[in-house]
């Protein structure tokens, strides 16, 4: 049996215990049961996606000076424990404890993912399996885009049932749970409700130490999804998300409004979501583009071709992270406990 094959079976078998399951329990079985997608880590060039660590490093190095300013604005706690929920293969954690050498950090990855834990151990990073309590400054980088969800079309729910041995939408009436999650009345077209981000926001603010800083980075957009729920697979977007549970990934963009409502019902302020492509130039992308236009230039003129290609095509790949249509499209959601300011990268 493939991977693939032993979610879907996996699929197949809760259907049939317990009749068509919402949603969320299809995302949970395709992606992190048996078999699932994220079984192993599918990011990076040879994988199924790429995300902004695996682009360029300068996306680590500017992350952590966000995470400095942070630090300074916490009033530099010594240790300050800084959590990474979802941490992947470790790229990114890697990279920002290196960037953050110099400052008396305490560093956690977590991670659900047996064969992600593997890799954060390859990179001598011991992951954990849950967030711990008293972090300064939890972040998530792509995580909230893959936590389950409901999911409602036409009013109505949609679940997954069986034809013989095929999967298939079905829809049903929402119950109270749901409606009550809707908190208005029922749109017509397509509605995510994030009710796996939901608790993770839940849990970070039980866990969160205060004052203490959250930074959630995700696709999505202020008051809708910005999209509809897809699959993606060897770097192509895969419409149907039924077709083969356990060989894609599954995800809608984030609706950064019911993530902020969400937190600040919790006593978290909740600042207005910045692009991608804003928080990094504030972090000095621009600067650091110019450092290396210089570099390349002093390369070429030393007789130094090779590296100055190298260069140039660093440089050019790092421009995706901030390229609206690529990576910079991506939203910087910054949560506080109470009376804490917004660094300089968000306001
Ligand atoms: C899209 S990947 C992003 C990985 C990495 N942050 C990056 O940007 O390359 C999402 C990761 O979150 C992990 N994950 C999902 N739910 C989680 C949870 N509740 N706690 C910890 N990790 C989780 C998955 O296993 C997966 O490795």
């Known amino acids: 049996m493939t991977v693939s ?48 660590p695996h682009v360029h490093e300068v996306f680590a190095s500017l992350l952590g000076a966000g995470l400095r300013e942070l630090g300074r604005l916490l009033g530099g706690p010594s240790p300050m424990r800084i959590t990474e929920v979802g941490a992947g293969d470790g790229t990114l954690a890697a990279e920002l404890r290196r960037a953050l050498a110099d400052l008396p950090i305490e560093y956690t990855a977590v991670e659900r993912s047996p064969g992600a834990r593997r890799a954060l151990q390859a990179v001598g990073i011991e992951a954990a399996e849950d967030m711990p309590a008293g972090s300064h400054i939890v972040f998530a980088h792509e995580l909230l ?79 809708e999804t910005g999209g509809p729920v897809h699959g993606y697979r060897a770097h192509r977007i895969v419409e149907d998300p039924l077709s083969d549970p356990g060989s894609a ?17 919790l006593a978290l302020t909740a600042y207005p979501p910045v692009t991608q492509r804003h928080a990094l130039s504030r972090l000095g992308f621009e600067a650091w583009i110019k450092q290396e236009l210089a570099r390349q230039a002093e390369q070429l003129e030393s007789s130094r071709g090779v590296e100055a290609v190298r260069t140039w095509s660093g440089r050019s790949r790092a421009t995706l992270l901030v390229d609206p249509e690529a990576l910079g499209r991506m939203r910087w959601l910054l949560l506080a406990t109470e009376g804490l300011p917004a660094p300089s990268f968000i306001a």
């Not at 197949?12 to 992606?31: K, N, S, T, W």
């Not at 298939?168 to 796996?196: K, Y």
């Not at 990934?249 to 019902?265: H, K, P």
Request: net charge negative; hydrophobic share 40%.
């Open 5 to 52: 094959d032993r979610a879907a079976e996996a699929v197949r078998a809760a259907i049939r215990d317990h009749g068509p399951i919402g949603f969320d329990e299809y995302m949970e079985l395709a992606l992190y049961g048996p078999g699932g997608f994220y079984e192993e880590p599918p990011v990076g060039v040879e994988g199924d996606f790429v995300t902004s």
């Open 145 to 223: 885009d893959n936590l389950p969800f409901r999911l409602l079309r036409g009013g109505l729910e949609v679940r997954i049932d069986l034809d013989g041995d095929r999967l298939v939408e079905v829809r049903v009436e929402p119950d109270d749970e749901l409606l009550q999650l809707l908190d208005g009345p029922r749109p017509p077209g397509e509605t995510v409700l994030p009710t796996g981000a939901f608790a993770f926001v839940d849990l970070v603010a039980a866990r969160l130490a205060d004052p203490g800083y959250v930074l959630l980075i995700d696709y999505g957009a202020v008051g």
């Open 249 to 265: 990934d599954i995800t809608a963009g984030v609706d950064f409004a019911r993530i902020s409502r969400r937190a600040a019902s």
